[in-house]
């Protein structure tokens, strides 16, 4: 009779068995030059996240969705990308190439997860706007670069007026992606007080006066302004930034949020600054790859559970998920486990 062997699936600390372990002192215990070390959480970021151009934080909305928590997880999303539903649909996804499970078996299904979510919550979401100011910024072009900067000004409780050459949102994307998708995106940001303004005469001086800022989508007007520096969306214009990306969604929505951070900072009286780097990223080869099966991914995602199945397939790079690893396997007993996250001593 041949006995099969029965997989156990080990996801936190919680899962593991009972077992008798030591708290007293023996050469686990260091002493002399050992005495004052103490181990560290080290500061790193994933590859999927740094391949982003948005920043997503990529393996905090998979932990809280492989947590149960769906909702919470794309909201978690909408922190750096305001639009989940069109980038999940329309993205390149370089997250994906950059996924170090593709050196495993396959890479984890992070753009179907982000269109997934992001879907779950467009009819839920709500700009939660900062008391109003008295100040007003012009946006020349309703694209998804130009719609990005809105959402980010209309946030701070700026008077924001779109000016399009269609009329409508999104004018870049139209067509390409469900009408359902761009017209719910647009009502949100009109609730919040955006005005959408048919025009294709207005130029830069003009608005310039009129306008505290002005941010010019050179994806709708390529040859508009020059922008000096990417970084900060600049333009040889006072209080005028630019932003705009024809290739990659994800660039087009980040030159926008950009260019809208740089007015902002504007209208405070302080200099606009780039974002900072992120730290090392985590390579393949420092994974403790014994601790994950080899599970093929799920290419489309219909419900909660795929999804969270899904999810679980995600190394976590550089981000601690309380697996409880490092408690459980620490050779020095150096950590304690106190509600759900590891403490050094």
């Known amino acids: ?18 077992a008798p372990i030591s708290q007293g002192f023996s050469l686990v215990k260091k002493t002399g030059t050992w005495r004052n070390v103490r181990p560290v959480m080290a500061t790193r970021s994933a590859p999927c996240q740094n391949a982003c151009p948005l920043r997503v934080e990529i393996p905090a909305f998979i932990d809280l969705l492989t947590k149960a928590q769906p909702e919470k997880a794309a909201f978690e999303i909408l922190k750096q990308n305001p639009f989940p539903s069109i980038t999940g649909r329309l993205c390149p996804a370089k ?7 593709n050196k495993y078996d396959e890479k984890v299904s992070i753009k179907e997860l982000e269109r997934f979510l992001g879907d779950l919550v467009l009819e839920k979401k709500e700009l939660k706007v900062q008391k109003k100011q008295d100040k007003k910024v012009a946006i020349l072009g309703a694209s998804t670069a130009g719609m990005a900067a809105a959402y980010r000004l209309l ?22 992606i469900e009408s359902k998708i761009v017209d719910t995106e647009e009502k949100l940001l009109k609730d919040a007080g955006l005005k959408i303004v048919k025009e294709t005469n207005k130029d830069i001086d003009t608005l310039s006066k009129e306008f505290d800022g002005v941010f010019v989508a050179t994806d709708i007007y390529p040859d508009l302004v020059k922008i000096k520096d990417p970084k900060i969306g600049s333009t040889d214009y006072k209080n005028v ?5 024809t290739k990659d969604i994800s660039k087009n929505i980040k030159t926008g949020l950009t260019g809208a951070n740089s007015i902002i900072s504007i209208l405070k009286g302080e200099e606009p600054q ?3 780097r992120l730290p090392r ?8 790859v014994n601790y994950f099966n080899h599970i093929p991914a799920i290419k489309e995602i219909r419900t909660v559970e795929e999804a969270i199945k899904e999810g679980d397939r995600c190394f976590s790079c550089g981000y601690c998920n309380s697996c409880g690893n490092c408690y459980i396997f620490c050779p020095d007993a150096a950590i304690n486990w106190v509600n759900d996250q590891p403490e050094f001593i």
């Open 1 to 18: 009779m041949e006995i099969k062997a029965k997989e156990v699936v080990i996801k936190s600390e919680k899962d593991l068995p009972e």
């Open 95 to 101: 997250c994906e190439i950059g996924c170090n499970r």
């Open 155 to 176: 946030l701070d409780g700026i008077d924001v007026t779109v000016f399009s050459q269609t009329g409508v949102s999104f004018e870049d994307i139209r067509g390409k």
């Open 241 to 245: 930034f630019a932003g705009g990306d």
């Open 274 to 276: 780039p974002e900072p």
């Open 281 to 288: 990223v985590v390579s393949y080869k420092e994974i403790v």
